[in-house]
T-cell receptor, first 112, second 114 residues
Framework: DVKVTQSSRYLVKRTGEKVFLECVQD?????MFWYRQDPGLGLRLIYF???????EKGDIPEGYSVSREKKERFSLILESASTNQTSMYLC???????????FGSGTQLSVL | GQQLNQSPQSMFIQEGEDVSMNCTSS?????WLWYKQDPGEGPVLLIA?????ELTSNGRLTAQFGITRKDSFLNISASIPSDVGIYFC??????????????FGQGTILTVHP
């Protein structure tokens, strides 16, 4: 069974902390994505990666960075967390040219 | 970045009723997708549409890819309590440098009363 695993379901951090959200996929997918989900706004793309060490900005990259050192792992980094980054974060992966990304269960991040 | 305009934002229906939701865009896309998200889970693909005018069914779900390539709709017939969740439309332009990036609608929250 295909799997995208996000390391934490719930995370509570303080303003100014550095936060790491980890995502691992076991499907040997080339593409990996980080989305942010907010009520009434749907899912918005933060960053994506189409290969190891490659990354591209999505629609809302400000305040975030990413790291992809291995094909199966894609990390989202909040350098200095702020309250407006309180949100649900969803990781996804897909095959190169694939139009159907598989999503993880999400990490609900609260920044206090 | 652009988003798709999805409506309605929420629906409260009785079990057994049919449901209809739609999505529009100011841009053309060559692939439309419909996802469902259960509470505490990530979105799961329900139906994928790859051709303008295409009508596709998956059990009680039917979706269509608009002929203008700027819209899509999803119908659910004879709703049941487990249909509860958030439904998202998504679209992309397959091929080239799209890398499978999806643009999402705002979501439709569906509540089904037994």
């Amino acid at each position: 069974d295909v799997k995208v695993t996000q390391s934490s379901r719930y995370l509570v951090k303080r303003t100014g902390e550095k936060v790491f959200l980890e995502c691992v996929q076991d499907m040997d997918h080339e593409n990996m994505f980080w989305y942010r989900q907010d009520p009434g706004l749907g899912l918005r793309l933060i960053y994506f990666s189409y290969d190891v060490k490659m990354k591209e900005k999505g629609d809302i990259p400000e305040g975030y960075s990413v790291s992809r050192e291995k094909k199966e792992r894609f990390s989202l980094i909040l350098e200095s967390a702020s309250t407006n980054q309180t949100s649900m974060y969803l990781c996804a992966s897909s095959l190169i040219g694939g139009m159907n990304p598989f999503f993880g269960s999400g990490t609900q991040l609260s920044v206090l | 970045g652009q988003q798709l305009n999805q409506s309605p934002q929420s629906m409260f229906i009785q079990e057994g009723e049919d449901v209809s939701m739609n999505c529009t865009s100011s841009s053309i896309f060559n692939t439309w997708l419909w996802y469902k998200q259960d509470p505490g889970e990530g979105p799961v693909l329900l139906i994928a549409l790859y051709k303008a005018g295409e009508l596709t069914s998956n059990g009680r779900l039917t979706a269509q890819f608009g002929i203008t390539r700027k819209d899509s709709f999803l119908n659910i017939s004879a709703s049941i309590p487990s249909d509860v969740g958030i439904y998202f439309c998504a679209a992309t332009n397959a091929g080239g440098t799209s890398y499978g990036k999806l643009t999402f609608g705002q979501g439709t929250i569906l509540t089904v009363h037994p």
